[in-house]
């Protein structure tokens, strides 16, 4: 793969000699005369060290090893203490550091976002004077401030370290059992006995009370507006999943709200459609660069069914759940969908290759984002032979990667992935996410492209180099710098990169002069570093500045 063929527009951002800019003068009409499309590489004395030249062409190569841009998430559950905190009742020092575990483990994987769960079950992690409490799972004790706020220091340690924090809501579930008086005296649904309901040994929000889904939206939208996520995601609970012999009891309900709904599915599904429809909106007009996304149950429905379905067999979230995920996409209710395909391939009831195939197709034509839930938690399972393949994982990705459609993949939960079993994370890192991985763009939540950041030096500093760069504060949001760098000749003046073969780091956009100590450079060796900024919706810049130097 060529990556340094000559742009046919550069400027330089420091003065040359007059030699050198002749010089390329001379390559560039050489270049014309090879006909559209083509440029002869201009001669060595185009390229001056240490000087920085701000680029504007881009090469079109793409990679499925090294993709430029690609979502890389870790679901990190707190009901019942899954995985964070790992049980109730910690010290503020304690959450904390456990907290910042995660995501240095996310960092260490080169993974780029974090789904941290902070509405478990109809209670918060963050600061709020909506009613719902402080969530037990921090302090063992539900309403019992934890001393700090866990959203908000979630947020800024994520950050730091250039991760997108998604705040996952769980949106129906009240608790993690069946009785009000379990909950707090204050508690919502305490105080509405008549907008929740008892199933399958757990108390849910009845979906089809437009009193219910209103205030859930407002819960969403408050935390919204106060702090600077990157995403809201919901969950794939929305009417429970059945139990045998029970019958969600919304009867009442449905005679109450059903208007000229003649079917109480149907009802049900459009409760649930109502209720994305209109938390999309609202977060659209909150702050129209926060993403929202779910992940629903894999299976929308099966070919068995509809016409429509995918070639399964297994319980169908159109009928069991009442979760039309598939119109979701279609009416673009969701900026990204995340299906949980917790199966492995070739599974006869769920073929993980079908399900992607299908979900692929399903997306097509829309502007939402397709990314793959994967099932970390499964891999050695002792009764499922291709869960006891180290390489099963690895091979989804694979998969993926053949499916342009799929643009990333989220993995549960963030205990099992830090375990490890049978190396199997460790294997897909070496595979797949040897490289770091720019954010999938938005272009489409009202985005511009960012200012262009500038090299102003790069230094020997012991034994590395320190690249330095300012960049403005103005125009479009500026979140993240990609930092490039790789050995050359020097030859030629680069394009833009259009893959991450050479994406050494991601680094937060703190202040206007920042700088990076690059430790992987042969001292004596000459390199190119190239930069670009990427701003809150994962759209860069459009040029670049780059420095060719001597470590």
């Not at 599904?269 to 938390?279: E, K, L, M, S």
């Not at 990204?336 to 097509?364: F, S």
């Not at 720019?438 to 790069?458: D, G, M, N, Q, S």
């Amino acid at each position: 793969m060529k990556t340094e063929m000559a742009p046919s527009s550069l400027a330089l951002a420091n003065p040359v000699t007059r030699r050198a800019v002749l010089s390329a003068a001379v390559a560039t009409l050489a270049g014309a005369a090879l006909g559209p499309g083509l440029m002869a590489a201009p001669a060595a004395a185009a390229v001056v060290r240490n000087h920085v030249y701000t680029i504007s062409s881009r090469n079109t190569f793409t990679s499925a090893t090294y993709p430029r841009t690609e979502f890389r998430a870790l679901w990190t559950a707190s009901v019942v203490n899954i995985d964070w905190p790992s049980k109730a009742g910690l010290s503020v020092a304690t959450q904390q550091a456990e907290l910042r575990s995660v995501l240095d483990l996310a960092v260490s994987r080169n993974l780029n976002a974090v789904f941290l769960q902070v509405r478990p079950a109809a209670d918060r992690m963050w600061n709020s004077t909506l009613g719902e409490p402080w969530s037990k799972y921090l302090t063992g004790t539900q309403g019992k401030a934890p001393g700090y706020d866990p959203l908000a220091y979630a947020i800024s340690e994520a950050h730091k370290r250039g991760i997108a924090l998604h705040a996952w809501i769980n949106p129906f579930r009240v608790s993690m059992d069946t009785s009000l008086t379990s909950l707090v005296a204050s508690h919502p649904a305490r105080l509405n006995p008549s907008w929740s309901f008892a199933y399958g040994g757990r108390r849910y929000y009845n979906p089809g009370i437009p009193a219910v889904r209103n205030y859930i939206r407002s819960v969403v939208i408050d935390m919204v507006k106060r702090y600077d996520v990157d995403g809201v995601h919901f969950d794939d609970y929305f009417y429970p999943y059945p139990v045998a012999g029970q019958s969600i009891p919304d009867s009442s309900t449905y005679n109450t709200y059903k208007g000229s709904f003649t079917s109480i599915s149907s009802w049900r599904r459009n409760n649930i459609n109502v209720f994305v429809r209109d938390t999309h909106n609202a977060i659209r007009a909150a702050k129209p660069r926060v993403v929202f996304g779910i992940s629903p149950f894999g299976i929308w429905a099966n070919s068995s069914s509809s016409s429509l379905g995918s070639a399964t067999s297994g319980l169908e979230s159109f009928y069991a759940l009442y979760a039309d995920t598939r119109r979701w996409v279609k009416e673009g209710w969701v900026d990204y969908i995340a299906p949980q395909l917790y199966w492995y391939q070739g599974y006869t009831v769920a073929n993980y290759n079908v399900l992607v195939d299908w979900w692929a197709k399903q997306v097509a034509g829309t502007k939402v984002k397709l990314y793959t839930g994967e099932a970390a938690y499964k891999v050695g399972d002792p009764n499922t032979p291709a869960w006891q393949d180290p390489n099963e994982l690895r091979d989804h990705i694979t998969k993926c990667r053949s499916v342009p459609a799929v643009r990333g993949h989220a993995y549960y939960n963030t205990t099992a992935f830090r375990a490890n079993k049978l190396n199997a994370i460790g294997i897909l890192k070496a595979r797949h996410y040897a490289r770091p991985s720019l954010p999938v763009p938005y272009p489409e939540l009202f985005a511009t492209r960012p200012y262009t950041p500038t090299i102003t030096k790069a230094v020997r500093e012991g034994t590395g180099v320190r690249l330095s760069w300012t960049s403005s504060s103005s125009g479009e949001p500026l979140k993240l710098i990609a930092i490039w760098r790789w050995e050359s000749t020097g030859s030629v003046v680069p394009y833009i990169q259009s893959t991450a073969t050479y994406l050494r780091a991601v680094r937060r956009r703190t202040t206007s002069a920042q700088s990076w100590l690059d430790t992987g450079v042969v001292l004596g060796h000459y390199y190119w570093y190239m930069i670009q900024s990427i701003s809150q919706t994962g759209v860069d810049s459009s040029r670049a500045t780059a420095i060719y130097i001597r470590a």
